[in-house]
């Protein structure tokens, strides 16, 4: 499976911060129900077994709804369970090795936070970039903010379709108007939010509006 540039629009990603008395599949079903294109699972504190079993729940209710179930960096585990890709961070296994050990059909996601780090990802194989922190963003402490000129640079520099990442939330996914995403990545705007499938109807909608004009 390669990736669709209108699987991006609505890019949800999974933080148990917020799971309550649910259970992270409930919230990512809920969150597809309301139009999430596209489900990263993103759990890097909980133990391997925990995260694979986990991790398989989340793709089976992902296949139930032919939305596209990528793994976050673990790119053993995303070979393991047959997940449709994985994304990598700068830290993380570099995309060209991602791309040998997964196949030339799987999706494979890199962060990107300047022109050069979006190039060297495009030649290395990747299939998309996700941009940010564009708002900065409450799930990791150490990102700075990417300005919205610097993430038209990268949408301007390579053939692959880019997804902004960070903070973004129902007030202030409107100031990405004009800019050259495909779609938003979006984490506590979903998740955080008591009702994940309204949320989502809400964000799709959204995104549409600023990306589509």
């Known amino acids: 499976m390669k990736v669709q540039r209108e699987q991006l629009l609505?890019?949800?990603v999974t933080d148990r911060t917020w799971v309550g008395g649910s259970t992270l599949a409930d919230q990512v079903e809920a969150a597809i129900r309301g139009g999430a294109t596209m489900v990263q699972y993103r759990e890097k504190d909980r133990e391997r077994p925990d995260r694979?079993?986990?991790a398989l729940r989340l793709q089976?209710?992902?296949r139930r709804y032919r939305i596209p179930f990528?793994?976050?960096d673990d790119v053993a585990l995303a070979r393991e369970i047959g997940a449709d890709?994985?994304?990598?961070g700068q830290d993380d296994m570099p995309a060209a090795e991602a791309r040998r050990l997964l196949g030339p059909e799987k999706i494979i996601g890199v962060t990107a936070k300047t022109r050069q780090q979006a190039l060297d990802a495009e030649a290395a194989?990747?299939?998309?970039l996700g941009c940010?922190?564009?708002f900065g963003t409450e799930t990791k402490t150490d990102t700075k903010p990417l300005e919205l000129a610097s993430l038209n640079r990268i949408g301007e520099s390579v053939s692959i379709p880019i997804v902004a990442i960070g903070g973004i939330c129902r007030d202030n996914i409107g100031r990405l108007a004009g800019t050259k995403i495909a779609g938003?990545?979006?984490v506590s705007g979903i998740f955080r939010e008591p009702d994940a499938e309204s949320a989502a109807r809400e964000l799709k909608e959204l995104a549409r509006r600023i990306i589509n004009g």
């Open 10 to 12: 609505l890019y949800a």
């Open 85 to 88: 890709g994985v994304h990598v």
């Open 132 to 134: 940010g922190a564009v």
């Open 60 to 62: 089976a209710v992902c």
């Open 52 to 54: 694979r079993e986990e």
């Open 70 to 72: 990528l793994i976050n």
């Open 184 to 186: 938003v990545a979006v």
């Open 125 to 128: 194989g990747a299939d998309y």
